[in-house]
């Protein structure tokens, strides 16, 4: 029985720095199913996750020699696919719409909101309750009118906006206690 040999992460990215096509195959489909998994959460179309996750990949056979091995090779890889997820969803939906707050909102400290990555966004946007998150999701990040999202859900306009309002309100909170966290540590 043929027995393959597992690549430690260092030589994956060895091999990866050296430009050598055989280890940039092994590192991709030693991640492929979890950034699948990652992407298919944000997108229902297999055809879009695939090319998210290329161009994801495509980042990180550029910055390679850039992975310090401090934290997982895994994590690393997903937050540069997660950048080019958040990049095709602003290219591609029809007008973002992420985190849009209307001119009757608060300001929240523009400052905190730039120094986060937009995968401890989406984390925050996991926190919320489910209808509310599928309806912002599908708002924010997909780009959906609020009669699309009543057709394509079964709710009415109105609770569309509801979960919609809901979800900035909660979010706002999130953030603002996340850069509270900050200021307070740093």
Not at 55 to 78: C, Q
Not at 113 to 138: G, H, R
């Amino acid at each position: 029985m043929f027995k393959r040999k597992k690549y430690t992460d260092e030589e994956l990215v060895n091999g990866c720095v050296a430009n050598d096509r055989f280890f940039q195959e092994k590192l991709y489909r030693k991640y492929f199913a979890s950034m699948m998994s990652m992407c298919m959460r944000y997108t229902r179309d297999k055809e879009v996750a695939m090319i998210i996750i290329n161009n994801g990949f495509l980042r990180v056979y550029k910055k390679i020699e850039l992975y310090s091995y401090k934290g997982s090779l895994e994590g690393w890889i997903r937050r540069l696919v997660f950048h080019s997820l958040s990049d095709y969803f602003k290219k591609e939906s029809r007008q973002i719409r992420f985190l849009e707050l209307e001119n009757r909102d608060a300001p929240i400290n523009g400052e905190g909101l730039q120094n986060m990555y937009m995968e401890d966004l989406m984390k925050m946007v996991d926190l919320l309750p489910p209808a509310t998150k599928k309806v912002f999701t599908l708002y924010a990040i997909e780009g959906y009118t609020h009669v699309e999202i009543s057709k394509n859900i079964g709710i009415s306009e109105g609770t569309s906006k509801w979960h919609l309002a809901t979800a900035r309100k909660k979010l706002k909170q999130l953030i603002a206690k996340s850069n509270e966290l900050k200021d307070y540590a740093g």
